[in-house]
């Protein structure tokens, strides 16, 4: 089973600055990655798979970069909004589907 | 719009049995795998398990914690897939999750939180 290991667990962020989070894979997932973003209370949304391609209905923004075992989602400008827990997940090695433990995005 | 919703949760007794529904609208559900997933509280999410569209031979996988325990069905006639939770330990407290796709998942249903205790 591949583990996820995302860091750091949280990460303290002004509005209108960068927000860097990173995710890591125990053993190469290829290309195979996606990132969800989670509110409170509520369902996952997909944010990003494929390691790069945004998923329908979140701004530019948000990029993610990666292969292998070292990736990267960057928020440029964070907005209210993007307040959030992220987490990755790796799809190559399946099943199981094995997720990060996540990052909570917080206002500092 | 696409929309999914699990139901079914509720506190249940260590040892016995509960069946949650996930009903899907908005899409072909007989084109799509289903996955499941729960979320303990304050936790990350895990992976259940997955049922794969006929198409694809409609096979199933599981996560080893619920091999063996629980089973995943689907109703493409009623757009409606299920998970038979048997033999459950407090281990199984979490939001459960249902969503549209195997791999990764583009759309998630609101969850149903599932309590064992006694």
């Known amino acids: 089973e591949i583990v996820m290991t995302q860091s750091p667990a949280t990460l303290s962020v002004s509005p209108g600055e960068r927000a860097t989070l990173s995710c890591r894979a125990s053993?190469?997932?290829?290309?195979?990655l996606a990132w969800y973003q989670q509110k409170p209370g509520q369902a996952p949304r997909l944010l990003i798979y494929g390691a790069s391609t945004r998923a329908t209905g979140f701004p530019a923004r948000f990029s993610g970069s990666g292969s292998g075992t070292e990736f990267t989602l960057t928020i440029s400008t964070l907005q209210s909004e993007d307040f959030a827990v992220y987490f990755c997940?790796?799809?190559?090695?399946?099943?199981?589907?094995?997720f990060g433990g996540g990052t909570k995005v917080e206002i500092k | 719009e696409v929309q999914l919703a699990a139901s079914g949760g509720g506190l249940v007794q260590p040892g016995r049995s509960q069946r949650l529904s996930c009903t899907a609208s908005g899409f072909t559900f007989a084109d799509y795998a289903v996955s499941w997933f729960r979320q303990a509280p304050g936790k990350g999410l895990e992976w259940v398990g997955c049922?794969?569209?006929?198409?694809?031979?409609?096979?199933?996988e599981y996560a080893a914690s619920v091999k063996g325990r629980f089973t995943i069905s689907r109703d493409d006639s009623k757009s409606i897939a299920s998970l038979q939770m048997n033999s459950m330990n407090t281990g199984d407290t979490a939001v459960y999750y249902c969503?549209?796709?195997?791999?990764?998942?583009?759309?998630w249903g609101q969850g149903t939180l599932v309590t064992v205790s006694s």
């Open positions: 053993q190469s997932v290829g290309s195979n």
């Open positions: 969503g549209r796709g195997r791999l990764w998942v583009d759309y």
């Open positions: 049922i794969r569209n006929k198409a694809h031979g409609g096979t199933i």
């Open positions: 997940q790796q799809y190559n090695n399946w099943p199981p589907l094995t």
